[in-house]
């Protein structure tokens, strides 16, 4: 393992001005997201639309790494360029989704388990060889009555550790990623008790499975109120909370942050990272790692037609250069107003 290469990569991935566009959608959850444009979701319209996002030369100056579905680490656009090759020619780092989705956890009822450990260690040099420099695993904690449960919180943490472990051994820079859901009714104080719990529980799993703080990055949720919860915290409370919820719980060895949007508006996603980054003296960088807060406006002005592509890089771009100046706390909301 040469760990300076991979602090390097980590380091490159949250360079100030730049996010990661988390493009890693499985098939039923990108299906999702065409039925609602009305699309079909074929393997063409996939790299169809995937292919668009790349090549968007504006939106891809602020996009330091993409993380890629396995489907699309192994497609070519329509002129026969490898997707990653298009990734790389545009200054980003190709990354790939490694776990395999989640399963009921044995007699914890509503709870999962993120699986796919079995076959990682012959699958990560096969990743390596076709260009993956980062890989990402997603464990999903959900907050509701009586969880979650402390199986739950250890037996995801301990996959969590066990895959960045694997990740390592094979020169592929881990992003750790346990959102606790913001699909409750819970408050923003409730989301803060759980994430630290969740956060501290993952770092000592990384501490028992020998993975180096300094060649990881960390993917979690904001601390913010469920979406049923009837009070909503302002911009400054969210931004206050996560910056205190995570000094307390992820070691300065950490490189850097990179947030999932987990179900906010656009516009909401990029506030919070701001008014993060407005706060002086962190330390790790913050940056995006967004699907749905960067994707949806694209998406939208898409609709699976050629004629709409420049619309639709347009509406990239444009997220993606609020978000780089979002990890530069120099967002301001008229800037929304100037591209509508
Ligand atoms: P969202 O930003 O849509 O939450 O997706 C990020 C992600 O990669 C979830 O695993």
């Given at each position: 393992m040469n760990l300076d290469e991979m602090n390097k990569v980590a380091q490159a991935i949250v360079a100030t001005g730049k996010g990661i566009l988390a493009a890693d959608e499985s098939s039923g959850t990108i299906k999702k997201r065409f039925d609602a444009i009305g699309v079909e979701s074929t393997e063409e319209t996939r790299r169809n639309y995937r292919e668009m996002l790349f090549r968007s030369k504006e939106g891809m100056k602020h996009i330091s790494g993409v993380i890629l579905y396995d489907e699309t680490i192994w497609q070519k656009a329509k002129d026969g360029t490898p997707l990653v090759e298009l990734i790389k020619e545009a200054g980003s780092i190709p990354g790939i989704k490694v776990d395999e989705g989640t399963k009921p956890l044995p007699f914890c009822p509503g709870e999962l388990v993120t699986i796919g450990l079995d076959k990682l260690a012959d699958r990560l040099p096969k990743y390596y060889e076709q260009g993956a420099r980062f890989a990402k695993w997603r464990a999903v904690i959900d907050i509701g009555?009586?969880?979650?449960?402390h199986t739950c919180v250890y037996a995801n943490a301990h996959a969590l550790a066990r895959y960045a472990a694997l990740c390592q051994v094979a020169q592929i820079v881990p992003i750790v990623e346990p959102e606790v859901l913001m699909d409750g009714d819970h408050d923003i104080d409730r989301c803060v008790h759980i994430t630290e719990w969740v956060l501290k529980e993952t770092f000592q799993q990384l501490y028992y499975n020998k993975v180096a703080l300094e060649g990881m990055l960390l993917k979690p949720n904001m601390a913010i109120a469920g979406k049923k919860c009837a009070k909503k915290a302002s911009v400054e409370e969210v931004a206050e909370k996560t910056v205190k919820m995570l000094k307390a719980c992820v070691p300065g060895a950490v490189p850097g942050i990179a947030f999932l949007s987990g179900g906010q508006s656009d516009e909401e996603a990029t506030a919070h990272l701001d008014a993060m980054n407005k706060i002086s003296k962190l330390p790790w960088k913050l940056t995006f790692s967004y699907g749905r807060a960067l994707q949806h406006a694209p998406q939208v002005a898409w609709r699976g037609r050629a004629e709409n592509i420049t619309a639709a890089q347009r509406a990239f771009s444009h997220r993606a250069k609020m978000n780089g100046l979002a990890t530069l706390g120099q967002w301001k909301s008229d800037l929304e107003k100037q591209a509508a």
């Amino acid at each position: 393992m040469n760990l300076d290469e991979m602090n390097k990569v980590a380091q490159a991935i949250v360079a100030t001005g730049k996010g990661i566009l988390a493009a890693d959608e499985s098939s039923g959850t990108i299906k999702k997201r065409f039925d609602a444009i009305g699309v079909e979701s074929t393997e063409e319209t996939r790299r169809n639309y995937r292919e668009m996002l790349f090549r968007s030369k504006e939106g891809m100056k602020h996009i330091s790494g993409v993380i890629l579905y396995d489907e699309t680490i192994w497609q070519k656009a329509k002129d026969g360029t490898p997707l990653v090759e298009l990734i790389k020619e545009a200054g980003s780092i190709p990354g790939i989704k490694v776990d395999e989705g989640t399963k009921p956890l044995p007699f914890c009822p509503g709870e999962l388990v993120t699986i796919g450990l079995d076959k990682l260690a012959d699958r990560l040099p096969k990743y390596y060889e076709q260009g993956a420099r980062f890989a990402k695993w997603r464990a999903v904690i959900d907050i509701g009555a009586g969880i979650p449960t402390h199986t739950c919180v250890y037996a995801n943490a301990h996959a969590l550790a066990r895959y960045a472990a694997l990740c390592q051994v094979a020169q592929i820079v881990p992003i750790v990623e346990p959102e606790v859901l913001m699909d409750g009714d819970h408050d923003i104080d409730r989301c803060v008790h759980i994430t630290e719990w969740v956060l501290k529980e993952t770092f000592q799993q990384l501490y028992y499975n020998k993975v180096a703080l300094e060649g990881m990055l960390l993917k979690p949720n904001m601390a913010i109120a469920g979406k049923k919860c009837a009070k909503k915290a302002s911009v400054e409370e969210v931004a206050e909370k996560t910056v205190k919820m995570l000094k307390a719980c992820v070691p300065g060895a950490v490189p850097g942050i990179a947030f999932l949007s987990g179900g906010q508006s656009d516009e909401e996603a990029t506030a919070h990272l701001d008014a993060m980054n407005k706060i002086s003296k962190l330390p790790w960088k913050l940056t995006f790692s967004y699907g749905r807060a960067l994707q949806h406006a694209p998406q939208v002005a898409w609709r699976g037609r050629a004629e709409n592509i420049t619309a639709a890089q347009r509406a990239f771009s444009h997220r993606a250069k609020m978000n780089g100046l979002a990890t530069l706390g120099q967002w301001k909301s008229d800037l929304e107003k100037q591209a509508a």
